[in-house]
């Protein structure tokens, strides 16, 4: 429900304001603070706490038509403020004055919740004279002068976890804890070791140190420690044989994502010149990179390579096994997929609990907020893997979508694996369906629902994100065609390209379809009011032609036609960053969060502005990235069983 206020409608006095508080709706002790305050600014010489509260309340500020419409204030200054009886207290009155919608923070005393500053902000009770502390935009700024009022929301001064912010801090600490434990057990059993090397024989020693090696307790120790589980994650070297092309896919891929994230959760919310941002970045193809386009082309390219790399390693296992794909081998292959997402995945999602839960609120705490709800509510989707089938605002860290369906579509892989060892033909026949129908299906809702054929730089188009962006049934083409490409490169005996002339016209092709899609998605940005067939298309079409694209690149790199792309991609820098990538697309997205949230002011957007949010958000990303790594992802991929003899 929306509650109206404005000149247009009424205007009521204080005394109105005060039959209303002690008719129930406003108590005794904070009308009686919030008259001190009110008093104090009639006065010539108000008190310091006053006029400290007064500074506090936002103003309508400069370029409200580039979209500088939020009015903040000052968090700390109100936080600040020690009344005679009452201490200060932040709040933001979200505003719609059509066709803007906007909040204003305001300082009221502590002694007053959130209902109660409502009912007072309805009622006009936040004036000087006569005019409002909480003015509406001009006419001549925006057509509408009269305010809707949807909710009002006050930040507690100190943070109060609970039970479930506190069993998810638990969980994290106990997670970091038990491998820096391992660390120090592993260190001190190493230390006794040498130091009983020169009182025992060395037949002796052997043993026991064998003895030691071989137990289970001590496998899980080694696997759990630092010093196992940190070995080889910052090498240098790779080998041919493990596609070294794909570090460099998906390092830029992870690096675009970012760039795109870094915008995309300011855009939303903190921009003072949104505006003015969208008309230079959203129709201009330059910023395709920056939350412009088709940006996010590269979760399609993190498909293709999962795919692909599915393939490789099902058939690997296979191989492994006497070349039988029997039903434990595939039980096998799916739990350790599962052992390799869930700890961290589930790491993230208790820190976004706990963490957001614990952290003092900024002025811009909306998304935290929003993400402590929905975790608390939908955790249990992220536990099954299942969090895509939800829509995307209800979605517990929204980014892990990814996760659910990249282990959807990874449990499709032994069967179409099965379908090859069993006819080639009949699993070219199946993988032409499927493909056909993703893409008609993207196509269908395109066309029905009048879906745009890019990212939205807003949530106006609820459909897109309900029943299109993160469904499987729209998604699985990139992810088809790097399961294809992974049994071809893994099985194929001779190359496909031979001559100089194959090459430069899979690359001109490569590279001229990757130019086409990326303007056609500017072409199209306009969303009709009526079914469209170049926009059905293009929704249905562009994301496996970008895979197959992609696809090309990593094939001509492997067979030796990749040329400078392939030294590019091929670079040892990648190798390091690869190993960290999985918890630096994880965490990246709360890092920038807590950036935004706890910002007391607008972001202005500019190109440099961005450019060093950027550097910034990648760097720390890398740095927490390598951390959680090897705390927390590697130690369960080296967890053995019981009966499992341990590697060293």
Known sequence: M?????????RLTLWAVVTAAYSGNVTERCMQDTKAFLWELHQDSPSPYAALMYDAFGKIGSDVKGGNTNRPGSLQECLSVQGPSFSGQYCQVFLKQDPVQYFVGICVPDSCDEDEVQTMVVYEMFQKGHTSLIPPFPSILVAQSTQGIFMTHCLSNTATPDLSAVTCLFVCCAMVAVPLAATVLIAIIKWQLKRELNQVSETDDNHREDSEENSWVYSCLQAFSIQRSSQGVLSWTGTRASYSSLNGVRILSLLWIICGHTIQLSAWNNLDNDKRWKETVDRNPLYVFAFSGPVYLAVDTFLLLGGLLSAKSLLGSIQKSDDKLSICLVVSYLFKRFKRVQPLHLFIICLAIGFFSVVHRGTFWFIAEDEILNCKKY???????????????????????????????????????????????????????????????????????????????????????????????????????????????????????????QAALGW?????????????????????????????????????????????????????????????????????????????????????????????????????????????????????????????????????????????
């Open 508 to 648: 001109f092709t490569s590279l001229s379809v990757m130019a086409v899609l990326v303007g056609l998605a500017y072409v199209l940005r306009e969303v009709p009011a009526q079914a469209s067939a170049p926009h059905a298309l293009y929704q249905g079409l562009h994301r496996p032609l970008w895979a197959l694209t992609v696809a090309w690149i990593v094939l001509a790199c492997e067979e030796g036609y990749g040329g400078f792309v392939d030294r590019l991609l091929s670079l040892s820098l990648w190798v390091p960053l690869s190993n960290i990538s999985f918890a630096c697309y994880l965490i990246h997205p709360i890092l920038i969060i807590i950036y935004n949230g706890k910002q007391e002011t607008p972001i202005h957007y500019t190109d440099i502005n961005f450019f060093y949010l950027f550097i910034g958000h990648t760097a720390l990303t890398l740095v927490v990235g390598y951390v959680l790594t090897v705390l927390v992802e590697k130690p369960y991929l080296f967890l053995k069983g019981k009966n499992t003899k341990y590697q060293n």
């Open 379 to 501: 955790w249990w989707s992220n536990l099954l893997l299942v969090n895509n089938l939800l829509t995307i605002t209800d979605i517990c860290a929204p980014w892990t979508w990814y996760l659910s369906l990249d282990f959807q579509f990874y449990a499709t892989t032994p069967l179409l694996v099965y379908l090859y060892r069993l006819n080639k033909g009949l699993l070219v026949a199946i993988a032409a369906v499927l493909l056909v129908l993703s893409s008609v299906t993207s196509a269908v809702l395109t066309a029905f629902l009048h879906l745009p054929v890019h990212q939205p730089t807003t949530l106006a188009y609820k459909s897109y994100f309900q029943y299109y962006y993160n469904k499987p049934y729209t998604r699985y083409g990139p992810y088809l065609i790097g399961i294809l490409s992974g049994i071809f490169m893994t099985t194929k005996k001779n190359n496909l390209i031979r001559l100089q002339w």
């Open 2 to 10: 929306v509650l109206v206020r404005g000149p247009l409608l009424y």
